[in-house]
């Protein structure tokens, strides 16, 4: 088993761009896919990058995912922030054992 | 346009039991894997359980094995949870959400959501 550790809040200005990490405790972040959710508060998750680095329909290209196997770590990258970019946004991956784990989530803040 | 709708939820007092309801709209039910994630109040996502689009695939997280229950009606468009022996740590809000191919599965529509509360 492994972890998905994010920092627990980030935050950015309007117009620019800030990233959140996900870095897996053991085992290679390559080895299994990253996959990335928004969660407004009041409502419910939402799919933004499945699969590393495909965005869902309907996600805005501001919207990318990475992996780096150096850091052994997955990022979301949002550009061109917007008030309405403030959530909390979680990784999850698999963890080969037919589990599925979640990051604690990275709260988003635009200042 | 696909709907995950979640019933079932309420209040139960510790060493009870609940039984959650998933009814799904919108795509063919049995083509996918339904998964039960839960979020205590103010934290994050913990994925809970999940069933094979045919039934026969089941799986469960450590903290829940043994006491939880999953299942599925596919006549119905229909995911069960049902839980036993409750403690105060399986208070928050339960989400199911529809899971794309095994293994490496994510979750692409989600409910709304259902709280269950436990408390004496």
């Known amino acids: 088993n492994f972890m998905l550790t994010q920092a627990h809040s980030v935050s950015g200005s309007p117009g620019k761009t800030v990233t959140i990490s996900c870095t897996r405790s053991?085992?290679?972040?390559?080895?299994?896919?990253v996959h990335w959710y928004q969660q407004r508060p009041g409502s419910s998750p939402r799919i933004l990058i499945y699969?590393?680095?495909?965005?869902s329909p309907g996600v805005p290209d501001r919207f990318s995912g990475s992996i780096d196997r150096s850091s052994n770590s997955a990022s979301l990258s949002i550009s061109g922030l917007k008030t309405e970019d403030e959530a909390d946004y979680y990784c999850?991956?698999?963890?080969?054992?037919?589990?599925?784990?979640f990051g604690g989530g990275t709260k988003l803040t635009v200042l | 346009e696909i709907q995950l709708v979640e019933s079932g939820g309420g209040l139960v007092k510790p060493g009870g039991s609940l039984r959650l309801s998933c009814a799904a709209s919108?795509?063919?039910?049995?083509?996918?894997?339904i998964n039960w994630v839960r979020q205590a109040p103010g934290k994050g996502l913990e994925w809970v359980s999940s069933?094979?689009?045919?039934?026969?695939?089941?799986y469960y997280a450590e903290s829940v094995k043994g006491r939880f229950s999953i299942s599925r009606d596919n006549a119905k468009k229909s995911v069960y949870l049902q839980m036993h022996s409750l403690t105060a740590e399986d208070t928050g809000v339960y989400y199911c959400?529809?899971?794309?191919?095994?293994?490496?599965?994510?979750?692409?529509?989600w409910g709304q959501g259902m709280l269950v509360t436990v408390s004496s």
């Open positions: 999850q991956s698999y963890d080969g054992w037919n589990h599925w784990v």
């Open positions: 919108g795509f063919t039910f049995s083509s996918f894997n």
């Open positions: 699969e590393d680095k495909k965005r």
């Open positions: 959400a529809r899971g794309g191919d095994y293994p490496e599965a994510y979750f692409d529509f």
């Open positions: 053991s085992g290679s972040i390559a080895s299994t896919y």
């Open positions: 069933v094979g689009g045919g039934g026969g695939y089941i």
